[in-house]
């Protein structure tokens, strides 16, 4: 016998058939934290959800103050206005008060998104009452000082031209430009772009904080090691003589670019790779076909073993990965495919990922992808909830986009419901292939020909210059 079987029967005696692999257990039912909500006589909403598993509390303010509320011609006030809450108050500098954060064992997070601005902080339960007046003096008191207004200016200048540089940031920028009419705050960049930011003053910014940033456009939410009472009454400490009145939040214009289907080829004859993305504007975040939407998107392209990444990654080879998802906001919401895709195969995965994109219309979705999906999505729900700072995110979302107060206790009920046949109906009612926008970042010289081949719309070439980025 050689050496090489001895040892294979050495190996045998020694390591003996593996055991059976377990089988799963039964699913524990889960149950969101329980919360309270108390309205202040300032209108301020304190939302309290007690968590007594972990010694700390989060404090997470969420104001109705996001970029849709920007000026016309201001694209970019509200977020630079929600960094620079960051940099100072009228009782502590810059530094102070980043000492003063380091002090707590904590980071304090500011910014702002489409819909709302925030202010969040977690501190250990015997510093909460800090935590309060600290959260307290950057949500009221910000001193916006000048140079640190121009350094935020800068950088935000800064991130443009790196985007400029990147065929990824190229095309996100692309796709989010061409989808929504040239009216809509949505067409421009939520952070704003060359022409808009060097016109946004520090008055621009004061303005903005003293109209929005008031107690009845802003929901305070408390989780963790405090009972309602505690929360309740450092809420009044700290923010009870707040005052101002909310103007009410106007319905922002997102109507769309186009309603045929184009192509829209952005030159960047350097680049190693061609950047891919198909879009179009959808529907709002509180839908009521928003469950099945979610498990359609887990299968068309929200899973790494979803059709879309199994066609393009693993069928074909032309990518490393393909995934699509609704970008939801308050208004009606993007939903987009993305991939970076090899140059000479281009064409050949915008015709896939079309046919994948049908294929979800046409057909029901099989028992064992149905299955998947909703399993997916129903285990890993309680997962997104493990810490206090991630339950108040997931409050914040109810208040933003004005979700029921049950919304978490019936999330993984409503998933379970959703059949092949609403599957169907969703993709049916909800995505359109004659409407989609495909943005394509990558040398035109070797796409314009394969693309306009594919004969699914006209295709147009863009240089990624001031067209792509600032106002018409």
Not at 84 to 98: D, F, I, K, Q
Not at 119 to 146: H, I, M, N, W
Not at 157 to 167: E, G, K, N, P
Not at 241 to 256: F, I, K, L, N, Y
């Amino acid at each position: 016998m050689s050496a090489s079987a001895e040892r294979a029967v050495a190996d045998s005696a020694e390591f003996p058939s593996a055991a059976p692999r377990p089988e799963p257990g039964v699913v524990r039912p889960y149950h969101f934290p329980s919360f309270q909500t108390r309205i202040l006589p300032n209108g301020l909403r304190v939302v309290v959800a007690p968590v007594h598993a972990h010694p700390v509390v989060t404090v997470l303010a969420v104001v109705e103050a996001g970029a849709t509320r920007d000026p016309l011609g201001k694209h970019g006030l509200a977020v630079l206005t929600g960094r620079a809450l960051a940099e100072g108050t009228v009782n502590m500098s810059a530094l102070e008060l980043a000492e003063r954060v380091e002090t707590l064992g904590t980071v304090l997070d500011t910014g702002a998104d489409w819909d709302s601005s925030i202010v969040q902080l977690t501190a250990l339960r015997e510093r909460a009452g800090d935590a309060f007046a600290v959260l307290a003096e950057v949500l009221r008191r910000p001193s916006f000082p000048a140079d640190e207004m121009q350094r935020l200016a800068e950088e935000r200048l800064s991130d443009l031209t790196q985007i400029r540089a990147d065929a990824r940031g190229l095309a996100d920028v692309a796709l989010n430009r061409l989808l929504y009419a040239s009216t809509s705050r949505f067409a421009r960049l939520a952070g704003g772009d060359e022409r808009s930011i060097p016109t946004i003053t520090r008055d621009d910014v004061v303005r903005f904080h003293a109209e929005h940033f008031v107690p009845e456009a802003t929901a305070l939410l408390v989780v963790g090691d405090c009972s309602v009472e505690e929360a309740v009454q450092m809420a009044t400490q700290h923010l009870g003589d707040w005052s101002g009145t909310a103007e009410p939040v106007p319905a922002p214009d997102a109507s769309v670019r186009f309603t045929d289907c184009r192509i829209h080829l952005v030159a960047k004859p350097d680049a190693q790779q061609t950047e891919l993305r198909l879009g179009h504007v959808a529907v709002p975040r509180a839908h009521p076909d928003y469950f099945p939407l979610v498990v359609m998107n887990a299968i068309l392209g929200g899973l790494f073993s979803s059709r879309l990444n199994l066609n393009l990654r693993e069928k074909h080879g032309y990518t490393y990965g393909a995934h699509s998802t609704f970008d939801w906001r308050r208004a009606a919401s993007p939903f987009e495919l993305s991939s970076a895709v090899q140059t000479d195969k281009c064409a050949d995965a915008v015709r896939e990922a079309l046919h994948e994109v049908r294929r979800m219309r046409e057909e029901k979705v099989s028992d064992e992808e149905l299955s998947l999906a909703v399993s997916y999505l129903d285990g890993v729900f309680p997962i997104r909830f493990e810490t206090t700072a991630a339950i108040a995110g997931g409050l914040a979302n109810v208040e933003i986009f004005r979700l029921p107060s049950n919304y978490f206790d019936s999330y993984r009920e409503r998933v379970r419901a959703v059949s092949a046949d609403d599957v169907l109906r969703a993709a049916r009612t909800h995505l359109d292939p004659a409407k989609l926008q495909i943005v394509v970042v990558g040398p035109p010289d070797a796409l314009q020909s394969p693309l306009e081949a594919l004969g699914v719309g006209p295709v147009t070439v863009h240089a990624p210059t001031d067209e792509l980025f600032a106002d018409d």
